[in-house]
C-alpha cells in the first residue's frame, strides 16, 4: 500500500493515467504487524490503533483497493494475474501494465505433529493476536493457577511475548534450538538475554528441538484437539498456550510459480529500484524480497517493516515515474523485553566468518548515563572489526532502558559509511550526564575493538 | 590529567623515563563539572560523586600532582614553567622539556556592577556548586515565600540551572539576551525549549540585556553587599540568587602572554596531533584550545568535556610516544531540562549562512515512539541541507525523552561522513514500536530537507 500510493502521490497531475487496483486476501490493510505483540501485552488498547491506514482511506485516496481478494497465479506472458474472490470463491482474471508483488513474509511454522491444535498460535496478523487474546481469556478463567505459556523460538517476536505472557500472569516458558535466545546476537550477547529473562521469571530452554505437541480432546475447541503440552528431545513441557515464534520465510509462491528469480529464504530478487531484474513490467518489495547488505555484500533476507516501508516508498517513486533507488541495508534491529533493550547492526561473528572476515572484538561494560547519574542502566557493547584495516563489522547492544538501544543508529551510520572502529571511537557523538558517560559505551568498545584488530 | 594518564599508558616499559608533573590551582581535579547541577538540582547527592580521579590515585598512578600550584608565566625560550605556590606565595621556576596547556575555560562574567555582590553566583567548579547550595539554604531559612532565582543566559547551563533552582522550590526566571533561548539552536526550535520551560513555571525575558545587580547592605555577608535584583535595560527583577550561566571564553591568558597563536574565543590553535605549531615541545588541550569543525572547516571554540577528554587522551598518546590525531568536531551537543531534551549537531542557519551557504530547511513535528505505543512522546526535528547538493548542513532536536537527544548521534555521524539528507532518509536505522515510528523522526525530516534543497 505504501507503494501505490507514493506512486499516486509522485503522479501528481498525471494522476488520472494512473490506475491502481490493489489486492487483499485479508480483512485487513496497512497495519502494524511489529504492534501485535505490544497490543497482546496490554500496550495498545485496540487493535485498531494498530490500523495506520483503512481500506476507507485508501479508497478516497484514489486506489482501488479489493479487499478478500488473493492473487493465485501470475502470467508473466499474458500480463495478468488470476485472482480468487475469497469469500464467493469466484475466479477471474486482471489484466496489468505492471504488476507488483508485495505478498509478505509467512511464519515458519514447523509441520509437527500437534501443531494445528487449538492453542498453538502465531502472531503475524491482527486476526492472530485476537486469537491469542481470545485463547488466554478462555484459558486464564478454567485454571485456577496460573496459565502456562509456551514461547517457541527466542527471536524478537519471541522475547516480546514472552513479556506479554508474563503481563497476563501466565508462567512462561521460551523453547529456542539455539545456544542462547536472540540468535540474531552472538552467543555471549544472547546470553545477557537469557540472564534478563530469567531474571524476570522466564524460564529459557535452550538447545532443545520441538519434535511435536501433546493435544487433549476438549469440548470448548469442538472438533479440534487442544494443546497440553510442547514436546522436545529434552523434555515435555505443560502448556495451555504455546506461541510460535520462529521466524519468517519469503512468501513467494506466487512468484517462484511465475518463474522469478528468489534468492535466501525465498525472498525475491530486485534490483535497487525493486524492479525484477529480466522481467520488464515486474516489481517487488517488502518481507518478500531479499535485500542486499552492505557490509557482507550478499543478499539476505531481512523481514522488517521499515525496510519494507522504504522499498515501497521506492517501487512507488518509480512506478509513478520519478527516479528512487534503495541502498541496501546493514542489518540494523532493536527490540526490548521488559526495561531490557536490545539491538544490532552489520555482521555477528558467525556472520563475519561466513563472509570470509578475519575480525576482532572489543566489549565493553559500561552504564548508559554517568555513572553518578540517577538510574545510571548497565549496557554492554561488543563491536566487530576487520583484522588489519580496523573496518567495523558490527555493533551488538544488550542493556537496560531508557537509552541502550538505540545507540546501535549511530552505529548502523557508522557501517553504512565504511568508518573504522578507531574512526568511530573518536567521532563527536553527544555528551551530558543524563545521557552518557563522557566516552560513549560504543565508542569504548569501538576503541577496544581497533586496538585489537589492529594491534 | 587524561593526557597525563594516557602518555604514562602508553610509554609502558619506557614510563620510568617520563617524569610527569601537574600543577593543579585548585583544591580539586578530574571531576566533572557537566555533573554540577544536577549535584546542585539533588539529582547526584554528593560531591565526591563527581570526582573521577582523586589527587592521591593520581599519584599512585605516577604522577606528580601538585594541588594549589599555579602556572604564572611561560617561559618557551628558557624551556621553564614559572609556578605560584597558592597557599604560601611562594614561587618557583620549573624546567621542562614538553609542556602541556590544560587550562580549561573560564565563565564569562560582566563586568557589571555589583556582579561581585554575595549570591551572584558561578557553576563552574565543585566550590561554585557548593557556594550555590549553601546560598540556596540561607536565602530559603530567611524568606517565608519563594527563594526567587533568576538565572542570567539561557543555554545548556542555564535551563540546567533553572531546573535545579525548580528542584529547589525557587520562583526560577530565566533572562537572556538573544531573540529564544538555547541559542546553539535557531529561534524556531528555541521556541520550543521557552514554551517548555514556561510550562514548567519558569519565567523566560528574552531579547533582554542585563545592565547590573542591585545589592543591599546584609549583616550574613559581612562587608559584601547582597544581590537583591537583577537590572535589565527592559526592567529589574528581584532576586535571592543569581546564577551566571553566560557561556565560557578559553583560559588561556598564560598562553597569550607567552604568545602562542590562538583564535576564536581566546582559544590556542594546536594541530592534529594537539601540539601548538611552530612551537616545539609545546601541547595544549581541553576547554582552552580552538577545534576544526568538519562542516564549516573553520577553527571554533567548543568547551565540552567528551573533546577535552578525547584531545587528553591524543595529547597523552603523543606525548608518550604513540601517534594519535584529534579527528575534529562537528558540534555535537545535547541537554535537558526536567523531561525536555535538547540537542544539535552540524550548524544552525546563523552558521551556515556565515560559512557562505545556500540551505534548505525540513522540519518534522513527529513522536518518540509508534504513535500508538505508551508514552510515545513529541518529538521535533529540524534538517538543513545545502541547496543543489542535499548534502547535511546540521540537525536540531528538542523533544521529551526519553529517547529524543541521543538520537542526534546519527545525525552527528551522517555529518561527520558527509552524507546527503537523501541518503540519511533511507539509511538503516534501528525501529521497534518502542523506539520508534516507523519512519524515523530524523528520516522524515532528513527526506523533506532533500526534497527542499534538490526541489
Keep these: 500500500m505504501s507503494a501505490a500510493s507514493q506512486a499516486l502521490r509522485v503522479a501528481g497531475g498525471r494522476r488520472e493515467e494512473l490506475e491502481v487496483i490493489a489486492l487483499e486476501r485479508s480483512h485487513h490493510t496497512s497495519y502494524s504487524a511489529c504492534g501485535i505483540p505490544y497490543w497482546i501485552a496490554g500496550d495498545v488498547a485496540d487493535r485498531s490503533a494498530l490500523v495506520a491506514r483503512t481500506a476507507e482511506q485508501h479508497r478516497r485516496n484514489g486506489i482501488d483497493l479489493r479487499m478478500r481478494h488473493e492473487a493465485i497465479a501470475l ?9 480468487r474472490d475469497v469469500d464467493s470463491g469466484a475466479e477471474f482474471s486482471l489484466p496489468y501494465d505492471e504488476v507488483v508483488i508485495a505478498t509478505g513474509a509467512a511464519p515458519a511454522r514447523p509441520d509437527l505433529p500437534g501443531s494445528d491444535a487449538a492453542g498453538v498460535l502465531g502472531v503475524q496478523t491482527l486476526d492472530d493476536g485476537a486469537r491469542v487474546l481470545h485463547w488466554l481469556d478462555a484459558m486464564k478463567s478454567r485454571r485456577a493457577e496460573n496459565c502456562r505459556a509456551v514461547v517457541v523460538g527466542g527471536g524478537y517476536i519471541g522475547i ?3 513479556e506479554a505472557m508474563l503481563r497476563h500472569g501466565c508462567q512462561v516458558r521460551v523453547v529456542d534450538r539455539g545456544e542462547e535466545p536472540m540468535s540474531t546476537l552472538d552467543p555471549d550477547m544472547g546470553a545477557l538475554v537469557r ?38 528431545d529434552a523434555g515435555t513441557y505443560d502448556a495451555d498456550v504455546v506461541v510460535l515464534g520462529m521466524g519468517v520465510v519469503a512468501n513467494s509462491d506466487l512468484a517462484v510459480r511465475a518463474g522469478l528469480p528468489t534468492g535466501a529464504r525465498g525472498g525475491i530478487v530486485t534490483d535497487p529500484r525493486m524492479a525484477v531484474p529480466g522481467h520488464d513490467g515486474v516489481w517487488a518489495a517488502g518481507d518478500c524480497v531479499v535485500s542486499f547488505d552492505r557490509v557482507s555484500q550478499r543478499r539476505v533476507h531481512v523481514a ?42 552489520g555482521l555477528r561473528e558467525i556472520d563475519a566468518r561466513r563472509a570470509g572476515f578475519r575480525y576482532a572484538v572489543g566489549t ?18 561488543k563491536v566487530l572489526a576487520e583484522q588489519g584495516t580496523g573496518r567495523l ?14 545507540r546501535i543508529d549511530a552505529c548502523a551510520l557508522a557501517l553504512w559509511n565504511g568508518m573504522t572502529a578507531a574512526d568511530l571511537a573518536m567521532a563527536d ?7 552518557s558517560p563522557v566516552w560513549d559505551p560504543v565508542q569504548i568498545a569501538a576503541r577496544r575493538a581497533a586496538a585489537a584488530a589492529l594491534g
Aim: hydrophobic share 35%.
Design 75 to 83: 502470467d508473466l506472458e499474458g500480463r495478468k494475474v488470476e485472482v
Design 160 to 162: 516480546e511475548m514472552a
Design 195 to 232: 540472564e534478563a529473562l530469567e531474571k524476570l521469571g522466564v524460564a529459557v530452554s535452550t538447545g532443545v528441538e520441538v519434535r511435536g505437541f501433546d493435544t487433549v480432546r476438549d469440548e470448548g475447541t469442538g472438533p479440534r484437539e487442544r494443546v497440553r503440552a510442547v514436546v522436545t
Design 304 to 345: 522488517l517493516g521499515t525496510h519494507a516501508n522504504k522499498q515501497g516508498r521506492v517501487l512507488g517513486t518509480n512506478l509513478g515515474g520519478g527516479y528512487a533507488r534503495f541502498p541496501g541495508i546493514v542489518g540494523t534491529a532493536a527490540s526490548k523485553v521488559c526495561e531490557l533493550e536490545i539491538a544490532r547492526t
Design 364 to 381: 565493553v561494560d559500561s552504564t548508559t548515563r554517568a555513572g553518578y547519574f540517577p538510574d545510571a542502566a548497565p549496557i554492554t557493547v
Design 393 to 406: 563489522l558490527g555493533v551488538q547492544i544488550v542493556g537496560y532502558g531508557p537509552g541502550s538501544a538505540k
Design 429 to 435: 557523538l553527544s555528551y551530558a550526564p543524563p545521557f
